[in-house]
């Protein structure tokens, strides 16, 4: 019986290691897939946002109602669209030969933040600031209890014009930088049209919820974006120091 175990012990340890590249093998394939798609739907989720947000943003409730394995499935979802929207405004900085300051300083917490991933993940969250605000802003606004179930949604429908707002701003900035002329004025033009559109954009969806008149709308973006603003340059003041 022994003899039998030790010969047999071989061939199962093989059909095991089969095992575990077959699914190594399943996984790769979905992962390539769900990147490969970003590609496609990237430009099409950023059309749609820029073009249309408010039709965009009414989706999100739809979406919701859907099971799991099928919401998004003409889209990126909220919080996937505003990282990659980073990552693409990262990526040009980067292929036009500039450093990021944060990752450049190494003085206290600074240090945390070593690498260009690490830099894109700190931009997600500083980002993701302002639709937060601007969500809690919207929840209190409707007479709701502020908790984790009330701002899911508000939060989800923000993330598509702060995309926009982060990838023009992003590029803006990156342009800016650069010391040819035309360019850099396209870039500070890019960057008042960026912030110029997202207050636009929310200061009217506030609005058509109903529970705000116009000014109120105005007023209550006004304090979401200093809300976030603040958020940022305390990040950034608490990071190069």
């Not at 990752?103 to 993701?128: E, I, K, P």
């Not at 559109?197 to 609005?207: D, K």
């Not at 304090?223 to 958020?231: I, K, Q, R």
Request: overall charge neutral; charged content about 15%.
């Amino acid at each position: 019986m022994a003899a039998e175990l030790r010969v047999a012990a071989p061939g199962g340890a093989i059909h095991d290691a089969g095992m575990d590249f077959m699914k190594w093998l399943n996984s790769l394939d979905e992962l390539l897939y769900e990147v490969m798609s970003w590609l496609l739907f990237f430009p099409i989720t950023l059309w749609r946002s820029a073009i249309h947000p408010f039709r965009t943003m009414e989706e999100i409730e739809a979406q919701t109602l859907l099971p799991d394995d099928q919401q998004y499935a003409a889209l990126l979802s909220p919080p996937l669209f505003l990282a990659l929207a980073l990552l693409l405004a990262h990526a040009v900085s980067t292929a036009l030969g500039q450093t990021d300051a944060i990752v450049a300083n190494q003085h206290g917490l600074a240090s945390l933040v070593s690498d260009n991933f690490s830099a894109l993940v700190l931009r997600v969250v500083v980002f993701a600031a302002f639709p937060l605000f601007l969500a809690a802003r919207l929840v209190r606004g409707c007479g709701m209890k502020l908790d984790r179930v009330s701002l899911r949604q508000p939060f989800y429908e923000q993330c598509y014009p702060a995309a926009v707002f982060a990838l023009g701003l992003g590029l803006g900035t990156s342009l800016a930088l650069v010391a040819v002329a035309p360019v850099h004025l396209a870039g500070r033009a890019l960057i008042v049209a960026s912030i110029i559109y997202f207050f636009a954009v929310e200061t009217r969806w506030f609005a058509m919820r109903r529970v705000f008149g116009l000014l109120r709308a105005f007023v209550q973006v006004a304090l979401g974006l200093l809300e976030g603003a603040a958020f940022m340059l305390l990040v950034g003041f608490l990071l190069t120091r």
